[in-house]
């Protein structure tokens, strides 16, 4: 008999877990989505970047997973004449007591096999991003950038034509556990799979406690808002621009980034949200919840400093201009305009820990994706293979 499987959110992950079951497995999938299109949340609303790795310690599953994701995706997207550009990135140092963190940035990155890492001065980076200033830089020429949005749509198709089916409008209301599988209620229908794989992004929490598994992690969404730049001064960013991120944060600081469309986007930040869906800060719907872990305040007791620092930068256009002259010092106020922004879904455990790496749990014919922030994206296809090989097999 075929495996009945079911897949809570049609974003990148969720799809691309989807594709890998139908595709190795043989099952038959369903995945059920709350909104009435593919990528509505985080897979729709982020900076487009496929990560090449630099970041991650070695031997964390962030590490392993972006390094086969960025592989696949790649040729995913030329198998699929879906745009995917090496644009190149600079992580830029700009000052001196910012070089050690640099140097050991490209240690990492090289014991993570991202290939053709170079060290570059400060006239060596601007052969490569003429309008950039540092006192050095590392260079990445393979960090790409692609349409996430587009690749979701991609593998929604996919999806269809391997006889599985997508169903947008069917938020996942009910879901029960049985010995013989799992019983979900999603908008007025009601399905029986065998197994349940959630990757509910910022609503993780609910679809946990759904099915009995709250966990001992909660997601605290973290807003990431975004500029764009204007006309001319578009040209004054070939690729990826990055400051040397601070490494208590898993967060990347604001950065320059080209998109496939040609534009420029200036962002993110990362403004603690009062809402699952705080794209706007009057949104707070879900600030009980939100305020209610924990772990919330605890980070907040930790962080404070850096959260004004942010609440700031969102508040004043001058702030995250500044942000950005630090690197490209001919911006000016007048290039940057608001575009909308996203929402991450960032994992914290009770202690106020960011939880770095990805987190996949199993419970019985549950499995639930706890964490699957930045370079999840990237990692999708990855993710997916790593999930389809936890995903209990059926013994009939
Ligand atoms: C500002 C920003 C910038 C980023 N930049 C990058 C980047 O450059 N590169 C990169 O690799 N990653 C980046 N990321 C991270 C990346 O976007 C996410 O890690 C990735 O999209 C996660 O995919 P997902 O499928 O887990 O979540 P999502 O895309 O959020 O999908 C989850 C889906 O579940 C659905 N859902 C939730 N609850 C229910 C329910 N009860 N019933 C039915 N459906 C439900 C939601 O509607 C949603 O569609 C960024 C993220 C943000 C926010």
């Not at 008999?1 to 990148?12: L, R, Y």
């Not at 059920?32 to 299109?37: M, P, T």
Request: glycine share 10%; with cysteine; proline share 6%.
């Amino acid at each position: 008999m075929t495996e009945k499987i079911g897949i809570v959110g049609a974003g990148i992950v969720g799809l691309a877990v989807a594709r890998e079951l139908a595709a190795t497995r043989g099952a038959e999938v369903t995945v059920l989505e709350k909104e009435g299109r593919v990528a509505a949340h985080q897979t729709g609303h982020n900076s487009g970047v496929v990560h090449a790795g630099i970041y991650y310690p070695p031997g964390s599953l962030k590490a392993r997973l972006c390094r086969e994701g960025v592989a696949l995706l790649k040729e995913y997207c030329a198998a699929n004449e879906l745009p995917y550009d090496e644009v190149g990135k600079l992580v830029i140092a700009s000052t001196s007591a910012e070089r050690p963190r640099l140097s050991a940035l490209a240690e990492r990155a090289r014991a993570n096999g991202v290939p053709g890492i170079a060290e570059l001065d400060a006239l060596a980076l601007r052969e490569i991003e003429p309008h950039a200033v540092g006192v050095g830089a590392i260079h990445s020429p393979h960090t790409a950038i692609c349409d996430f949005p587009a690749v979701a749509r991609r593998l929604a198709l996919d999806v269809v034509e391997l006889g599985g089916s997508v169903r947008l409008s069917h938020p996942v209301r009910a879901i029960r556990e049985r010995p013989a599988g799992v019983q979900v209620l999603a908008g007025r229908r009601r399905f029986a799979f065998d197994r349940l794989v959630v990757c509910g992004g910022l609503w993780t929490d609910a679809v946990a406690r759904m099915a009995g598994h709250p966990g001992d992690v909660r997601i605290v969404p973290f807003r990431g808002e975004f500029y764009a730049l204007r006309g001319a001064a578009k040209d004054l960013v070939r690729g990826l621009i990055y400051p040397v991120p601070d490494p208590r944060y898993p967060f990347l600081g604001v950065h320059l980034t080209r998109q496939t469309d040609g534009e420029v986007l200036v962002g993110p930040n990362a403004v603690l949200a009062l809402a699952y869906e705080g794209y706007r800060w009057r949104n707070i719907r879900n600030f009980r919840q939100i305020l209610g872990w924990p772990g919330t305040l605890r980070m907040a007791r930790q962080h404070w400093r850096t959260g004004l620092k942010e609440v700031h930068g969102s508040l004043s256009k001058r702030a995250f201009l500044r942000a950005a002259q630090r690197y490209v010092p001919e911006l000016t106020s007048a290039d940057l305009v608001r575009v909308p922004g996203g929402v991450r879904a960032q994992a914290v455990s009770r202690d106020g820990r960011l939880v770095d790496d990805f987190v996949v749990d199993v419970h019985g014919n549950v499995v639930l994706v706890r964490n699957a922030p930045s370079p999840a994206a990237t990692s999708s296809l990855a993710i997916a293979k790593h999930i389809a090989g936890i995903v209990p097999a059926l013994v009939r």
